[in-house]
């Protein structure tokens, strides 16, 4: 099968790959019709993630069509149309009974706080990605969602990571009716809890970044107010003066570990790696939420420490929360949303890219060329996939 490969920082292809095989009775095989790259995968491409092996296969956003069930799954079909959550999990531990399938406890020999994550180093258990032609789902039964027949294949890759982080980014805020939601970045996610805020009763929501068009987007799309922190001195003052003083009730964190904005920061935390990642939006939302706020972080950090002000956290009495997303219990209540109008994700789609040139995609997204905010890789002979599931489906 074709699949991207990763060959070492800023370094990636499509190659020939064997076909991955039913390795436990509870496997399937699921042939990709739609992949995104995501923010987080960037940090896999500029080398910021440990143990990110050569030869690896990216992509935990990704949907497709059933090809091939193991003899205890149960519950798809081949032809089924799946979404599959970014989430490797069980479905039966202590962990996941609550409903926390990120944490789970029986998918990640490699690391005791998060679960196992398709295509994202042997950090996350090792798992080969989507981006490619074909993928193994292990615990097929748990994890995949068969995509309902009204919802729209680009709205339904968005619901396997970007869009419930986005809105577990808003929930993990506890955003009362009528409050202020600062939202640091505004790439796919940012944009998705800034839409998300809303949806959780803010009053207010203002998007910081430093890209003047993904400002311009979100501005649009989330109906929100925007800073360009470029144009700032002091973002916490900032915010302090557009909100009477007080600061924002809610802050989140939707950048993480490359997050630009402080050069102490940035040299330490993405060149030096002296700490893990940048936390210059964390330090932001620390300082820039009122006293008892509340501060969510979706931005992914890696698994050592970083410089913050948890001093400042403390004297104010603040809440923080933080998470990778639990994307199988947002999925029906985002379907929903997308069903009553109240978001459309596909909406942040810009590119659509043949996984052949995977390496191009790549270089895009990263260098934020060509206005790009979300792309899509198309595998080979995928519209034929959809032509026959849909005759199937028809029939």
């Not at 991207?4 to 800023?10: A, E, F, L, S």
């Not at 330490?268 to 972080?297: D, E, F, P």
Request: net charge negative; aromatic share 8%.
């Amino acid at each position: 099968m074709l699949a991207m490969d990763y060959r070492g920082p800023y370094r990636v292809r499509a190659t020939q790959k064997p076909d991955p095989v039913i390795e436990h009775p509870g496997d399937a095989i699921v042939r990709v019709t739609s992949a995104c790259i995501c923010g987080s995968d960037l940090h896999l491409y500029h080398g910021l993630v440990p143990d990110t092996r050569v030869g690896t296969t990216f992509g935990h956003e990704f949907v497709g069509v059933v090809e091939e069930v193991g003899s205890q799954v149960h519950k798809l079909k081949v032809g089924d149309r799946v979404l599959v959550p970014f989430n490797v999990f069980c479905g039966s531990c202590f962990y996941c009974d609550r409903e926390m399938y990120g944490n789970c406890d029986n998918t990640n020999a490699e690391a005791s706080a998060v679960g196992g994550i398709y295509g994202y180093s042997h950090t996350a258990g090792g798992y080969e990605g989507g981006q490619a032609e074909l993928v193994r789902v292990p615990m097929a039964d748990v994890g995949p969602t068969i995509i309902p027949a009204d919802i729209h294949e680009d709205d339904a890759v968005l619901l396997t990571d970007a869009l419930p982080t986005g809105y577990q980014a808003a929930e993990m805020g506890d955003i009362q009716e009528g409050d202020t939601v600062v939202v640091f970045g505004a790439g796919p996610v940012g944009i998705f809890a800034a839409k998300s805020a809303w949806l959780h009763g803010a009053g207010r929501v203002i998007v910081v970044d430093h890209v003047e068009y993904r400002l311009e987007f979100v501005k649009n799309y989330a109906n929100c107010e925007i800073v360009n922190f470029k144009e700032v001195d002091d973002m916490a003052l900032h915010i302090k003066k557009m909100t009477d003083w007080m600061g924002a009730d809610v802050c989140i964190d939707a950048v993480g570990c490359e997050a630009a904005g402080n050069a102490v920061q940035t040299l330490t935390g993405r060149y030096m790696k002296m700490q893990a990642g940048s936390a210059t939006a964390l330090h932001w939302c620390i300082n820039s939420v009122r006293k008892g706020g509340n501060v969510s972080i979706v931005g992914v950090y890696g698994p050592t420490f970083n410089a913050v002000p948890i001093g400042n956290a403390l004297n104010k009495g603040l809440t923080l929360r933080m998470n990778q997303a639990s994307v199988k219990r947002h999925v029906p209540r985002l379907i929903e949303h997308i069903r009553a109008g109240h978001i459309d994700p596909k909406q942040i789609i810009t590119h659509r890219v043949p996984l052949e040139e995977v390496a191009d995609a790549y270089h895009i997204f990263s260098s934020k060329l060509d206005d790009c905010i979300k792309t899509i890789l198309v595998p080979p002979n995928a519209h034929q996939v959809r032509a026959v599931e849909a005759s199937v489906t028809k029939h």
